[in-house]
């Protein structure tokens, strides 16, 4: 049994839910999906403010994890918050779902489009397409404006406009395919895919089938140097808990 | 049930075996492998010569695969030959062994060395890193100058080798892990890696469980314009049989 | 004399003598240009499939040149089909159009814009600029959407459409010259030039000069390690016979 | 009067009061420098996950800042932690100490090189030149793999063997300049320099310099869209006090 | 006191004296501003010509400034002329007014504008953002269209032409800042940043706070290899007085 | 008859008559090589300062080309001084020899080094590989730091010492072929190229090869924009012969 813990990194425990039932979906009968989310952090996240707050969360349920025995681990928010210190902190595989959405991205065409939530968060989407190697892959970052939390709303027919985004993004970008640059959208993945007739790109599934693989391959985070466990040391104050263990 | 057609690029039927034994070993209960190789081309690839020659009977194979109900392809010689012919070609997902590896590797650590056979080819690996996204990524190509053929040869002595310059390439260009550059290399992998305590990463099973993945995750390659099928029209001579069908 | 063999990578033999009359028209005096097509291969290229289906003739080609004692070669199809491999096998010096186009677009401006056929092409073209060093010179790939052999179909008004697309394509990407994306679009040159007073590049004759100018310069393809001519080896079945000699 | 923060993003006082001298040495006389640190926090920054776990008393530093009148900020650790998120929390500018040096040395000469503390962090250095626009411009990161809090304790030859580290450098990636890679050796700076005869840029003193330029210029983080402030929203447990305000 | 010598590398004495107002403007209380510009050359710098033929009067101006104890330079025209040449005659720092505004847009965000006179200068500003490192942060290059000296020409509208294209710029580009691409648009700027409420950037008042930060922090341009000053060796015919000093 | 203007920048007579020799060595029998160098500026070209002095007496050249009737033009110093304002001024196309050679260079392999006089011109070197798109094909630049006008001194092992610096350069870097870094180094080509049998590049012969094809091909550089004429405008002083004509 393979036990990969997906973390949201915000405290929407809805959102959560919805990331779980998206990943079970793909996961292969022997993994087990633990879907977590933290106690204490951020209610979405939709800055770099929000994401550096949300980093102290996901890395106690990493911390948990590896207590737990967690084979692996998928980082659930677009802007991969924490990842390199999940890297150092975790003895299986970490990987992000933007990192996965582009990965699979590139494997099923050249270029891909990412449809996102508010405007101010293409920046981190183009720093992230540029630290794992996509930024020609990565034709443009579509906004469409509806905060994290209104995704599924009901009645606020976000799954309409996401839709219609992702169908002008594959128009004007002449991408293979789109990415889906928020886990609050991984439930609309497979019904936009279905009507636009192009791969539609959700990282929470595509992180679970990536760390799955991983695990089966027998490949961890490389542990020489940079990824090495965090040096033990003392944290002092609010996060003096944090401190890595000796 | 998904079926792999894991395709060896060459006429080596033994190479053939070992591949198809690498790929079984981490595919799902679920995936059933089928190891095939060309009854065409050459007895190996060590030359953008052989490369080239190699791709009608990887298209070939291809053909036999949509026929046979293939839901995704391997192509499993670390030029990736006829890649973006075969995904053209195929309904399913299409994956390349240095693609796959590649991939892996950028997920468990930021810079991969890569070990391969002849020194010739290490052109063909920088183009595929860099076509990828990951020029760099990718620290050093390092060659052992052992023929292909040879890198089974009982007594040769080719294990030991390799495992000596994975260890050399992870010193002196700080990766954090090793891609082995051939399919023929693939039954090293799990002791080196144990012997270094490194990821080393083959090619054959990675491209092995990112295929099933992107099968798992309903994705195939996108078909909207440079990937659509092949036009039909008429081909000539030798190869008029490979004409794509109306 | 230099003997410059002029291969035409697909089977319409009308279009190898509209190649061989571009590649006559700027020869110098004592270069005899051999134009060719194989016997074998798809009747116009407009796919990734086509194309690598088009190398092996084009090899045998080369083999030929080789014969009878080619100087050099150009390639005169927009996707370099088998460069890698062509510059292997000859001793003198291969040049391909879309790689002679574009060199010859850099010395005369800033960027350029290339005006193709098919817009499904568009991608190689953008592959290529990259392996030439060109991707930030190449402002914009234009597909006019007409099929290959269509070009010089009578009463097609195909000049005007690629004329008109050109004017665009200067107009809207603020480059200095424009690549004409095929060698059916040759004999459209001079005329197009003319009419837009702009430099317009036929690939056909700028590598047919390069290819000249390496000849006179003594250059041919280095031969120490990647481009070294093919190891000899057994090739099996259909392809047996381009088996590279001992 | 312009008062600027630096930021000393661990909780270690005596680097903090080094750094706040470093500072003021530099600055001009209308400037007033406030050297602070987090009262919470990693005692030194030597990984992902130490840096990642200063950020949230980095920015409480910075609101605090924003109380107290602070005119710009200085984060002064190498990895530059927090500083997106501190561009959307401040009005005035922001600027790390990676950036600043970076930024300086290309200003003094072509290419520079870095000299850190431990090899694990150079993974870090990397990502920030690369987002900085430097990545040509860093030629290498040499670390000294001496702790931050050893650099100064009294006996410990680390100004020798730093000394010693940045003539080697200067020697070996033919640079033009040594960026010092830790806030702990910005007290070596000018004894460095002077021994050396080149420019050894200490970017405590840097980012302080830039500040002061970038207030005196009128010049604040542009606030329309990415760095924009914060939205409010409720932030829960353990860090619910960092919830942006209304 | 610390002098740095502005130079304007025109002869146009008018834009030399707003030119040294706007260094003045922003220059700390002990630095001394020289607003220079040279006796021979260009009325004004329009294309690649005029900048070359601009640059001995620019280095002649170094070295009067070398003779009077300058102890930093900033060349004043943003294609920033001689800029490498000027780096080994002088012992100081030098920065050029584009290097200078690119350098601290990307201080106050991630992407910037810019917005120039003649669109046939566009290609020069791409150089340099290359050059520079700010490739990808230039997001873009838009022309007015107003011949230099008519920046300033009563009743020309030149400030409302150049507001509009920049208010555009920052729509159409999404940046977060904008820079004035010309030393003649200097006295815009205060206002353009009122109307707009985003960072606009005007490189004489950023290079002259550059300038005075790095001779503040002992910084010159390194000495050891590229900008060693130039050898010294005959000068024949009219520029016999250039020859560097033995 | 063609007339290429072969400009060598500085001013030594001798090594014009050398370039003058290596051009029509490969020029073709129609083509009228005219060598000529400026009769004011450096002596030899050493440093960015030389370089910046020599430009005024290049574009002299041009315009005594330009009334001479010239079809085209070389700039015979591996710096390319004046390559951009000489094209504004020239009607038919200009080459510059490091241009050249670099374009010719990745016509006959992958990748290639550089072999040049003083270690301070390797920067300008990597600009222009830069600027050219061959920055990843130009793998090392290697001094021999042998000054310009030395290498053909009698008894100066000049050519002994530069071609066991392409020896090891070709080794080291795993290059395809050479190039030299210097017009002074034309004469030792074809020795070197054959004592090592591997292509050595010279960059006179090769622009001289160049431009005869461009004319041949009706190309021109572009004038639409960038490369139009220059404005016509006064100059003053010394150099106020040089003002653009109406």
Redesign the interface.
């Known amino acids: 049994m393979t036990q990969i813990r997906v973390i949201n990194p915000n405290?929407a425990r809805a959102m959560t839910e919805s990331i779980g039932r998206c990943a079970r979906a793909?996961a292969?009968p022997a993994t087990r999906i633990v879907a977590v989310n933290?106690?204490?952090?951020?209610?979405?996240i939709?800055?770099?403010?929000?994401?550096?707050?949300a980093?102290?969360?996901v890395?106690a349920e990493v911390a948990d994890g590896e207590a737990d025995g967690a084979d692996g681990y998928v980082i659930a928010c677009f802007g991969d918050p924490?990842l390199?210190?999940a890297?150092?902190?975790a003895r299986g595989?970490v990987?992000g779902i933007a990192?996965a959405a582009m990965?699979?991205a590139?494997?099923?065409?050249?270029g891909f489009s990412v449809v996102t939530t508010l405007?101010?968060?293409?920046?981190?989407a183009w720093?992230l397409a540029?630290?794992?190697?996509?930024?020609?892959?990565c034709r443009a970052v579509h906004a469409c404006d509806i905060?994290v939390l209104e995704l599924d709303a009901p009645g606020s027919g976000a799954r309409e406009v996401v839709t219609r985004l992702c169908a002008t993004a594959?128009e004007r970008d002449?991408?293979?395919?789109v990415v889906l640059g928020c886990a609050g959208m991984a439930g609309f993945c497979?019904e936009i895919?279905a009507e636009l007739?192009?791969?539609v790109?959700d990282g929470v599934?595509?992180a679970t089938?990536?760390v799955?693989?991983?695990v089966?391959?027998?490949?961890?985070?490389?542990?020489?140097?940079?990824?090495?466990p965090?040096?033990p040391?003392?944290?002092?104050?609010?996060?003096?808990d944090?401190?890595?263990a000796m």
Chains 1, 2, 3, 4, 5, 6 share one sequence.
């Open positions: 405290t793909v292969a933290p106690a204490m952090g951020p209610a979405s939709e800055s770099h403010y929000d994401e550096a707050m980093v102290p969360g890395l924490g390199d210190a890297r150092e902190l595989p990987v990192e990965h699979a590139t494997l099923v065409g050249r405007s101010r968060t293409a920046g981190r720093d540029a630290r794992y190697g996509f930024r020609d892959a905060p594959l002449g991408s293979d395919s497979a895919s007739g192009a791969p790109i599934a595509a089938k990536l799955e693989s991983l089966a391959l027998g490949l961890r985070t490389g542990k020489r140097n940079e990824y090495a965090p040096i040391k003392p944290y002092t104050g609010l996060l003096a944090w401190a890595p």
